[in-house]
Nanobody, 131 residues
Framework: QVQLVESGGGSVQPGGSLRLSCTDS????????VGWFRQGPGKERAGVAC????????YYAGDVKGRFTVSRDYAKNTVYLQMDNLKPEDTAVYYCAASVLADPVLGDGWCYSEEFWTDYWGRGTQVTVSS
């Protein structure tokens, strides 16, 4: 049974960094594509970044590209979201999601669409960026 658990959220000043973790004790995350989503106050949930099982590549939404990094630690069965140079607009609940589907050959729209991530979701971790 897949039970995704996010951790690492907290409060940080603008320009600061946080590293979120997504783990699961029931399955091997290396067998799943893993994505990160966030839902800010009064906003819809939106895709942030992801990594696929077919290519091993990483994909980022435009507003986080260059600041956020997705990585896997296979030994720890964990996927990380390193967030640097955080901005107040990054304030949100962050969720990880897992899919048995492999990333398509072309394009990255799948990464940001909840239609791809139909299998498993975590409960989220709060990130607050404020001075």
């Amino acid at each position: 049974q897949v039970q995704l658990v996010e951790s690492g959220g907290g409060s940080v000043q603008p320009g600061g960094s946080l590293r979120l973790s997504c783990t699961d004790s029931g399955v091997t995350l290396a067998d799943y594509s893993v994505g990160w989503f966030r839902q800010g106050p009064g906003k819809e949930r939106a895709g942030v970044a992801c990594t696929g099982t077919r290519s091993g590549g990483t994909y980022y939404a435009g507003d986080v590209k260059g600041r956020f990094t997705v990585s896997r630690d296979y030994a720890k069965n964990t996927v990380y979201l390193q967030m640097d140079n955080l901005k107040p607009e990054d304030t949100a609940v962050y969720y990880c999601a897992a899919s048995v589907l492999a990333d398509p050959v072309l394009g990255d729209g799948w990464c940001y669409s909840e239609e791809f991530w139909t299998d498993y979701w975590g409960r989220g971790t709060q990130v607050t960026v404020s001075s």
